[in-house]
């Protein structure tokens, strides 16, 4: 599968990069023209939601510039990470306990990456602190959220540390 991203990493920076574009535009989009009159629904849109999408566009994509650097099992976490992370907030209310926010931009700022990507993500921790706990009264899934990134970067942390096995 590495093998496979490696050989098509230019056409997957352009899709990661297409797509977060879209997915951005799309619910400012919606948020503009299809909640005008509905200011929490155009806020939870335009400065929860938006945000996630060019933010996880841009960390793939630093996350893939340096995929051939990267052991397997590190790689699996990052992308486990975001994975579990686009899962509830793709849907996964109700069923998910914890805030995929959280779980994604605690790992990310957690983790090696560049720096503005770093501040960044902490940047948009702060924001989801505000919606979370501010707004929404929800400490549990924020905690839950928050203690899954950093329980996911500090499994990264130790896979990162173990020598590569060379294969022959």
């Known amino acids: 599968m590495t093998r496979f991203i490696l050989r098509h990493r230019s056409l997957l920076d352009r899709l990661i990069r297409l797509t977060g574009a879209v997915a951005f535009l799309g619910t400012v989009a919606a948020a503009i023209l ?8 155009q806020r939870f849109l335009l400065v929860y939601i938006a945000p996630l999408f ?8 630093d996350r893939l510039a340096v995929l051939d650097t990267l052991a397997p099992s ?17 849907g996964g209310w109700g069923v998910l306990p914890y805030s ?4 994604f931009l605690s790992y990310a700022a957690a983790t090696p990456a560049r720096p503005w990507l770093r ?5 948009l921790v702060a924001m989801t602190t505000w919606f979370k706990l501010a707004l929404w009264h929800d400490p ?14 500090a499994l990264r942390l130790v896979a990162a540390a173990r020598p590569r096995s060379s294969s022959g």
């Open 54 to 61: 060019l933010f996880g566009a841009m960390w793939a994509r």
């Open 119 to 123: 501040l960044a993500a902490l940047a």
């Open 140 to 153: 549990r899934s924020w905690l839950l959220g928050l203690a899954a990134g950093l329980a996911l970067a």
């Open 100 to 103: 995929g926010h959280m779980l």
């Open 74 to 90: 590190v790689a699996a976490l990052d992308a486990l990470a975001f994975a579990a992370g686009a899962l509830r907030i793709a």
């Open 34 to 41: 299809l909640k005008n009159d509905d200011w929490n629904a």
